[in-house]
């Protein structure tokens, strides 16, 4: 059935967008919102028993031993709904195998909420420009401070406190700091790394802030000391392609052409080609629809927020990447929102 009585919402970031109640935590199930016609339902208990709530939202507090189960089943019952859609893509087996013993036709849905996201208001927006404002800041904070001998954690720890001391900020995820063969890894965990910047050095730097809820993203590369000409020439390409594949975006509505014109424009210059996307989607999440993949399927809309960071990456020797996030505008005009200068930052 395609279109269920009442949908279970079980994403913490989409209980936030629709009913504008936020946990402690993400990542772990404190909260479902039930939607029924025109209600929103918040399902938590008493540790959040006086916590906020848009004014469309009403909020159930679960009594002690109560079940999740049977309250979903009391209030369906009682609005007389048969079938219920849940989000597939984020509930548990064991979640699942609950819903299934409530008497209720269960239809699983996948990204429900995803497209209506990825559609940012002007509020989303300007949460999301702040959000990269802060960004250009830190840079502008951190990189005079970067010296042979530091280690990547060292840099990764200056970002977070620039971010939270300087700016009242919050990480959108641990910054990515890695060092010449380290960089080769593009999601390279500088919580396990021990690597330590060396004179002709490249340092990536890959970070997000989060304020008003909404993320940013953003990636620079730091050329240390005696920088070989190897990696000046190579990045000269990379920022050239990067910039052309910015001004591609308004030749095309497909995200997958952008994908591909970035591959097509790496081996016109016989650099070799990235295995991650080209861009993602960012916004309650620092990744979110829509998607620039050679798989996807989005198009280009007025509203979405997304980012373009083709890469180089040379296994034990060096990796760079350059990274933006961009709005696109009303009229489907562009505009980038980080603004911190792209050339290698030379210390």
């Known amino acids: 059935m395609n279109n269920p009585e009442a949908i279970l919402v079980s994403n913490a970031h989409t209980i936030f967008y629709s009913a504008g109640f936020e946990t ?5 199930r404190e909260a479902y919102v039930l939607l029924i016609s025109k209600r929103k339902i918040i399902i938590t208990d008493a540790r959040y028993s006086g916590a906020t709530h848009n004014s469309e939202s009403e909020l159930y507090i679960l009594k002690l031993g109560e079940r999740v189960g049977e309250v979903i089943k009391k209030i369906c019952a ?3 709904v048969e079938t219920l859609g849940c989000e597939v893509n984020d509930l548990k087996w064991s979640e699942l195998l609950m819903l299934q013993k409530l008497g209720l036709q269960i239809t699983p849905l996948s990204n429900i909420f995803s497209e209506q996201r990825s559609i940012k208001t002007e509020e989303e927006l300007f949460a999301i420009k702040q959000a990269c404002h802060i960004c250009d800041l830190v840079l502008k ?3 005079p401070y970067i010296h042979p001998e530091q280690t990547e954690k060292e840099i990764s720890w200056y970002i977070e406190k620039s971010i939270r001391e300087g700016y009242k900020a919050e990480l959108a995820f641990d910054p990515i700091v890695a060092v010449d063969e380290h960089a080769a890894t593009p999601h390279y965990n500088t919580q396990k ?3 330590v910047i060396k004179d ?3 340092l990536l730097i890959d970070f997000g802030v989060k304020i008003h809820n909404y993320c940013s993203d953003i990636t620079r590369m730091v050329g240390v000391g005696n920088v070989s000409d190897e990696i000046k020439n190579t990045y000269s390409k990379l920022l050239t392609i990067q910039r052309k594949t910015i001004d ?10 952008i994908d591909t014109f970035c591959r097509e424009e790496l081996q016109k210059y016989k650099l070799p080609l990235y295995s991650h ?3 993602h989607g960012v916004g309650l999440e620092v990744h979110e629809a829509p998607r620039l993949s050679a798989s996807s399927e989005d198009r280009k809309a007025a509203g979405q927020i997304f980012t373009i960071e083709p890469g180089v990456y040379i296994p034990g020797k060096w990796g760079m990447r350059i990274e933006d996030t961009i709005a696109i505008l009303d009229q489907e005009e562009i505009e980038v929102l980080t603004r911190f200068p792209k050339e290698l930052i030379l210390v």
């Open 24 to 28: 402690l935590s993400a990542h772990e």
């Open 277 to 279: 996307s080209t861009g």
């Open 248 to 257: 591609y975006i308004n030749t095309t509505s497909s995200l997958k052409e």
């Open 193 to 195: 790394g021990d690597g």
């Open 200 to 202: 002709g050095s490249l």
């Open 141 to 143: 904070d951190v990189t």
């Open 78 to 80: 009682e609005n007389k």
